[in-house]
């Protein structure tokens, strides 16, 4: 009996667990997150856990192990080509790959596989955070950016930027504007409103949830400023873009050379 017959009959039979799969949408927002050199929320997601959820995730061995380190590699592989999609170097990225991907050899137990994908993850998210954050401005500024990137689901002031650092606010304010070509209040907005899209785009939160979880003074006020910077409605955007661009492009003939 060949695999497609094997597999025809498995399925007539009832023999295979019918599991309902995991929704995309925390798999959509975890890889984002990776991306984005958001640490705070990967090692979240490492604390909880999730990479040991059964629930809702294929069986792809019947040794508790073996699927575990299966779904690794798909993690690394998936990890490996959006940093390299959102500017991380091939080489580094399929580097860091190969090298996650073979310390697999020498683990033999649950938490062990465990362990290193929670190290990869992070190693992957930090430098994502360096590239993602690299500029040529000076050291207020980057830290300026960091702290809002960091708190980008408060209301955030000049304020508080300015006790953070240090600094007077009309100091911040025109150093700011002069390095960056924005005032701060442009600055943060323009976050804020990237991380919505981002949320319109690969989750499911409604729109005040949005609104609440970004800190904006009310739903309309997020509706006016989304609509202001990105040309329509929040509503517009995720009807638009909700969960199409899972995409990975693979550039077969550069990958090759690169291993």
């Not at 090692?43 to 792809?60: H, I, P, T």
């Amino acid at each position: 009996m060949g695999y497609q017959d094997e597999w025809l009959l498995l399925e007539a039979e009832d023999d295979i667990d019918e599991v309902e799969h995991r929704q995309p949408t925390e798999e959509f927002l975890f890889y984002q997150a990776v991306t984005n050199g958001d640490t705070e929320a990967v090692k979240k997601n490492c604390e909880q856990e999730r990479f040991l959820d059964s629930q809702g995730v294929g069986v792809l061995s019947r040794n508790m192990v073996t699927n575990l380190k299966y779904h690794f590699v798909i993690t690394t592989a998936m990890i490996t080509r959006l940093c390299k999609q959102k500017g991380m170097e091939l080489e580094q990225a399929f580097r860091m790959s190969d090298f996650y991907i073979q310390r697999l050899d020498d683990i033999h137990s649950v938490q062990g596989v465990r362990t290193l994908h929670d190290e990869m993850v992070l190693d992957y998210t930090e430098k994502m955070r360096k590239i993602c954050r690299s500029d040529t401005n000076s050291r207020h500024i980057n830290a300026c950016k960091e702290y809002i990137y960091s708190h980008i689901k408060e209301r955030i002031t000049i304020e508080d930027l300015a006790d953070e650092l240090g600094v007077s606010s009309s100091y911040l304010s025109r150093l700011f504007k002069k390095e960056t070509g924005d005032s701060v209040s442009a600055y943060i907005r323009r976050q804020k409103i990237e991380m919505a899209k981002n949320l319109l785009q690969y989750s499911d939160y409604s729109m005040i949830d949005i609104a609440n979880r970004l800190s904006f003074s009310s739903q309309s006020h997020f509706i006016q400023q989304f609509r202001e910077l990105v040309g329509m409605t929040p509503k517009k955007y995720r009807d638009l873009n909700h969960m199409i661009q899972w995409d990975i492009k693979i550039d077969i003939k550069t990958e090759t050379e690169a291993n």
